[in-house]
């Protein structure tokens, strides 16, 4: 069997190197030329780190990462509103840890089967029949393939020329920035004394005002990620230039002093990250002999911390599907396998960008429950929220 994954991203490079192990012949590619940007902050939990133990490449990973102990939510002036100690949900999964993507990247390139992969290369026309796939390059060449992968992310050019019905990516009425700000933790916790060293240092922080949200995400190295959205503006678009810099100081300029020293520490706007949140929600991730995976077929919003792992994890079970089935086979099946177990984590992190950018008239103390799990009025028991319940869950479900 010959399979051509187009997309060498999280998902991209982890079905490749499953489908090497099990002797399917793969071409990679992906249509950059470089690698060199460190991406914004991602966090995994135990769920995908099993993916990477899979792979064999879990302790390199942790070895780039900061392991997250505390999760807390404050108002927009940075008044603690909830706080959740992670270290039972650690010990149960493994601890939840925090690190750059392009991190991430770096140590699923290195595996060995990831070797061959082809920058610079893009798809222009693709013709399938009953028996095969014919591939049609952006450099004039032609390839014929059993079955063809687009792990090519949201704006997937797969999804695009394979599939009668291709609805895209959905805006979900908000605007983000993310950035990676190094700022010493000191200066942090003096700027904001209600809140402890370890909330700051090994914590999530989330700043939620009614319609905005500031992230803070700590990294290995005393850096930090910031990931920050607000609800969109009737007619607003995305920013280029040093516009989108500017509009990210102004949107979050009221949100107290220790976000006041993390915009003060942004980069140069060609640094930052900055685009609407957008969602792709589809029933069909597959066409014949073509199959979409990741983003491609499901991009969910960042607020789950869901995504990377999610394509992991459909890299492990379509694997599974191509190494004992036939492509017209493997494809259903895989399609049926996954969208039981992706939709409630979609859906999961859409719940939070309700509560977080949509739900304005509802007081904090209610809308803050959907992000931070353990509600103290409610404390029976270890796991005594429904919340709690729910992260469990997702994370010790099966892929
Ligand atoms: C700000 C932000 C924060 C996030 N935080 C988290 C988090 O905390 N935890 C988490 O798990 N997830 C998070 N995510 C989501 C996560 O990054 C994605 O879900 C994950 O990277 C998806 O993997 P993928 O392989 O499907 O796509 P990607 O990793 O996006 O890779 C797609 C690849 O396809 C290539 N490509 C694109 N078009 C073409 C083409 N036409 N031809 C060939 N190649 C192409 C691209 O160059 C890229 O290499 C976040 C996302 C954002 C934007």
Redesign the pocket.
């Known amino acids: 069997m010959r399979v051509l994954i187009?997309?060498?991203?999280?998902?991209?490079?982890?079905l490749n190197a499953l489908l090497r192990r099990g002797g399917i012949d793969t071409d990679l590619?992906?249509?950059?030329t470089s690698?060199n940007r460190p991406?914004?902050?991602?966090?995994?939990?135990g769920n995908?780190q099993r993916i990477l133990a899979a792979l064999g490449v879990l302790g390199a990973v942790r070895s780039r990462a900061h392991e997250i102990v505390h999760y807390t939510i404050t108002d927009a002036s940075g008044a603690p509103v909830r706080s959740m100690d992670m270290s039972l949900l650690n010990e149960r999964h493994g601890s939840l840890i925090?690190l750059q993507?392009g991190a991430l990247?770096d140590v699923l390139r290195g595996i060995p089967e990831n070797a061959d992969l082809r920058l610079g290369?893009?798809?222009r026309a693709i013709a399938q029949s009953r028996s095969d796939v014919e591939v049609r390059f952006e450099n004039g060449e032609v390839e014929w393939y059993d079955a063809v992968v687009g792990?090519?992310?949201?704006?997937?050019?797969?999804r695009q020329l394979a599939f009668e019905r291709a609805p895209g990516p959905r805006p979900f009425g908000a605007i983000?920035w993310?950035y990676i700000a190094k700022v010493p933790a000191v200066s942090l916790l003096r700027a904001e004394e209600r809140l402890t060293a370890a909330q700051i240092e090994d914590g999530i922080l989330e700043f939620w005002g009614a319609d905005r949200y500031f992230g803070i995400?700590p990294l290995p190295g005393g850096l930090f990620?910031v990931?920050c959205a607000r609800a969109l503006r009737p007619g607003e678009r995305a920013l280029r230039g040093p516009e989108r810099r500017d509009a990210l100081l102004a949107s979050f300029a009221d949100f107290g002093p220790l976000v006041e020293q993390l915009l003060a520490h942004a980069p140069d706007a060609a640094s930052i990250?900055h685009?609407p949140l957008e969602e792709v929600w589809r029933a069909t991730w597959h066409a014949n002999r073509v199959g979409l995976?990741?983003?491609?077929?499901h991009?969910?919003l960042?607020f789950?911390?869901?995504?990377?792992?999610?394509?992991?994890e459909?890299?492990l079970v379509l694997s599974e599907e191509l190494r004992q089935h036939p492509v017209r086979r493997a494809f259903p099946r895989y399609v049926r396998r996954r969208v039981r177990r992706v939709w409630p984590v979609q859906f999961n992190a859409r719940m939070k960008g309700i509560a977080m950018l949509r739900a304005k008239h509802i007081p904090l103390g209610v809308r803050s429950l959907q992000g931070v799990m353990r509600d103290p009025a409610s404390f029976i028991g270890p796991y005594a929220t429904w919340q709690e319940r729910v992260l469990d869950a997702l994370i010790s479900a099966n892929p």
């Open positions: 187009a997309g060498a991203g999280i998902g991209g490079l982890s590619i992906d249509h950059a690698w991406g914004h902050a991602l966090c995994l939990f995908g925090q993507r990247h290369v893009g798809i792990a090519d992310g949201i704006r997937s050019r797969v983000g993310a995400y990620g990931y990250f685009a995976l990741g983003d491609a077929a991009a969910m960042p789950g911390g869901m995504g990377a792992s999610m394509a992991m459909d890299a």
